[in-house]
């Protein structure tokens, strides 16, 4: 009779500890990968943020630059931190747009100033530059910086832009 062997199921100590080790590994570059994803989102999405308040805040300038009927201040050749502009219709006689606690604003005739960026950015350093050569020809260079709302402190969360276009007065 031959003698029974006996059959060890399960793993060996080697095996377990190899096992835990590739594990790790794969969970570790798994979570890694995805917090750099996440990261990039994040990022997109201010930098989207910045930009798209940004250019809707210049479309909105440089439209109503091109409807006015003429640039009132600055004076030809000076630049100012607000533009003054004769529109029509008569009820809305002049518009200005200017900076207020890190808020680009327009005010429309009489009426109070409407924000033309929202609280996830910081405006600053508006400037607008009369270029015109002469009163027939008026020319606004305008010029002003969007940084993204960082109250946590996270690199992601750090964004900063200029904006910078000419728009003409087409009386």
Do not use: C, W
Not at 26 to 49: A, D, P, Y
Not at 88 to 95: E, F, I, K, L, V
Not at 104 to 129: C, D, K, M, Q, Y
Not at 135 to 141: G, H, N, Q, V
């Amino acid at each position: 009779m031959k003698p029974r062997t006996r059959h060890v199921r399960g793993f060996t100590l080697v095996e377990l500890l190899l096992y835990i080790a590739l594990t790790t590994i794969m969970v570790g570059t798994t979570s890694v990968f995805l917090f750099l994803t996440l990261q990039v989102r994040i990022k997109n999405q201010i930098i989207n943020e910045v930009e798209q308040q940004g250019q809707q805040a210049m479309q909105r300038i440089t439209q109503v630059v091109r409807n006015a009927v003429t640039l009132t201040s600055p004076s030809i050749g000076a630049s100012g931190s607000s533009v003054t502009l004769t529109v029509t219709p008569p009820g809305n006689s002049s518009t200005v747009f200017d900076l207020s606690a890190g808020v680009l604003r327009i005010a429309e005739g009489a009426g109070s100033p409407v924000a033309l960026t929202n609280a996830r950015v910081t405006a600053s350093a508006l400037t607008f530059t009369n270029t015109s050569r002469s009163a027939a020809s008026e020319d606004l260079r305008v010029q002003f910086t969007l940084t993204s709302v960082n109250s946590s402190g996270r690199n992601e969360y750090d964004f900063t832009k200029t904006f910078t276009t000419t728009a003409h007065v087409r009386p």
